[in-house]
């Protein structure tokens, strides 16, 4: 399934608080961040394999703590087998448990893909909502996973704070938080709303492919200009070029 698009960008909840840490740009420098992450990137899309919005929950229940790469591995046969919360419970949990075993945590996942089936089923007619609030009272699914949720399967703008935004975050100074809640609530209240949007993929792609946990790679960064990090090596940005797709897509594992 191809990610939905933002019809009409929908007003993301912008949270404000003054107890969050001040990020370390201005206005015009966040938005020439975004603004040369958009020329890179222009339709950055999720990596997970998914065929409809059930089978996308069930994919980013299955990725905590696991790869992309290693989650489409399981499951494209899994969503053969079934792309429905009526499938996958009459599959049973022994044989989803076979199915998605090379993944982390397994069996806990795969109790919770039966669970989460049955709750669909029971309580929203088979059908995945479409708020937050709901997505979280399902097993397994918690705030992170419910926003790439509203966001890839609704189009509706989110910022699922995972592993590498949160370092970018904080390492950058952009959106200090000690938590991903606050690095979130201060990312929704900074970014412009039109780059809202794709902000999430720009910065976990921008994290795996050039601003790395260990050594970011400074000279190949489009930012470098900007960028107030106190590991930064490099002051003179990379050329400003849309990249080709190897650096779009996970690495494979
Ligand atoms: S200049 Fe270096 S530290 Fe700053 S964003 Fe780019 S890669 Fe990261």
Same mark, same amino acid.
């Given at each position: 399934m191809k990610n939905a698009k933002p019809k009409t960008a929908s007003a993301p909840a912008k949270t404000r608080s003054k107890t969050l840490p001040k990020t370390a740009y201005s206005k015009d420098e966040i938005a020439e961040v975004f603004r040369r992450f958009s020329i890179q990137r222009p339709e950055p899309k999720g990596e997970l394999e998914h065929v409809n919005p059930f089978t996308l929950v069930v994919a980013v229940a299955l990725s905590a703590q696991a790869t992309d790469a290693g989650v489409n591995k399981a499951t494209r046969a899994l969503f053969a087998a079934a792309d429905t919360p009526e499938k996958m419970v009459a599959l049973g949990e022994d044989t989803v448990r076979d199915y998605i075993?090379?993944?982390?945590l397994y069996r806990n996942k795969a109790k919770n893909v039966i669970a989460l089936s049955e709750k669909l089923i029971a309580d929203f007619g088979g059908e995945v909502p479409r708020t937050r609030e709901e997505l979280? %009272?399902?097993?397994?699914?918690?705030r992170k996973t419910a926003n790439v949720v509203l966001s890839m399967a609704f189009g509706q703008a989110t910022m699922a704070v995972d592993t590498h935004i949160f370092r970018i975050a904080n390492r950058l100074g952009l959106a200090p938080g000690k938590t991903p809640d606050e690095v979130e609530a201060q990312l929704m209240r900074i970014i412009p709303d039109h780059y809202l949007y794709h902000a999430h993929h720009w910065l976990i792609l921008h994290g795996r492919?050039?601003?790395?946990?260990?050594?970011?790679?400074c000279l190949r960064c489009v930012i470098a200009d900007i960028c107030k990090a106190a590991?930064?090596?490099? %002051?003179i940005p990379a050329p400003l070029v849309e990249l080709p797709q190897q650096f779009m897509d996970p690495p494979l594992p």
């Open positions: 075993k090379t993944i982390g979280v %009272t399902l097993p397994g699914v918690g492919y050039c601003c790395k946990a260990r050594k970011p790679e590991e930064k090596t490099n %002051t």
